[in-house]
């Protein structure tokens, strides 16, 4: 539950893939952000901090998928990032699937706040630890995950699903990986015939 920070992190995101396909080692990544402040933070806690999270979520790319990014088009390294980020949260992958997914091939077609919540009540009834993040914490939550939803082109303006338009490409390297991934995306089964 440690992404309350930021958002999808879209540039930094790129520009750290691009640094590691260069050095090789995320260690010598994290470094050198650092020493010289390259997502230009104010300080060096909050440098620390969305340096670290991005790189967490970047982990979970193969090296394929992470050439791919620095790649692909615009569309394509959102819905790459938030394929990192469900890989990276369960949480997040579970709304992803339950939520997400489910409203958009139910043909519900709007996402909001009180989805969020019935979805985190359920979860809690499994994981009691969930009870004990604070209101204000749940709400971060929410908010941050909106606005990560919004960032990828998942949901509109008006919190209405965007359905996700992967290319062929895109399709191919999420298939090279985990073939269940596909299911983090608002797609319907047979959309995804037409897009292979």
Avoid at 3 to 29: I, M, P, Q
Avoid at 137 to 154: C, G, M, N, P
Wanted: proline letters at 2%.
């Amino acid at each position: 539950m440690s992404f309350t920070t930021g958002g999808l992190f879209h540039r930094e995101s790129a520009k750290l893939a691009v640094l590691y396909l260069n050095l090789g080692d995320w260690n010598s990544v994290h470094d050198k952000v650092i020493t010289e402040n390259l997502l230009q933070t104010r300080t060096l806690n909050t440098l620390k901090r969305v340096c670290s999270e991005i790189v967490s979520r970047l982990r979970t790319l193969s090296q394929g998928e992470l050439e791919f990014l620095v790649e692909g088009s615009h569309q394509e390294q959102a819905y790459l990032l938030w394929l990192a980020i469900c890989r990276r949260y369960k949480f997040i992958a579970d709304f992803a699937v339950e939520v997400l997914r489910e409203r958009y091939i139910t043909l519900k077609a709007d996402l909001t706040f009180d989805d969020f919540d019935s979805f985190f009540n359920r979860k809690s009834e499994w994981h009691l630890e969930l009870d004990e993040i604070t209101p204000a914490t749940r709400s971060k939550l929410r908010q941050v995950l909106f606005r990560i939803l919004h960032e990828a082109d998942l949901l509109t303006t008006n919190n209405m699903i965007n359905a996700a338009m992967l290319s062929p490409r895109l399709l191919e390297m999420i298939h090279q990986g985990n073939r269940r991934d596909v299911l983090y995306f608002p797609v319907f089964e047979s959309d995804l015939k037409g897009m292979a």
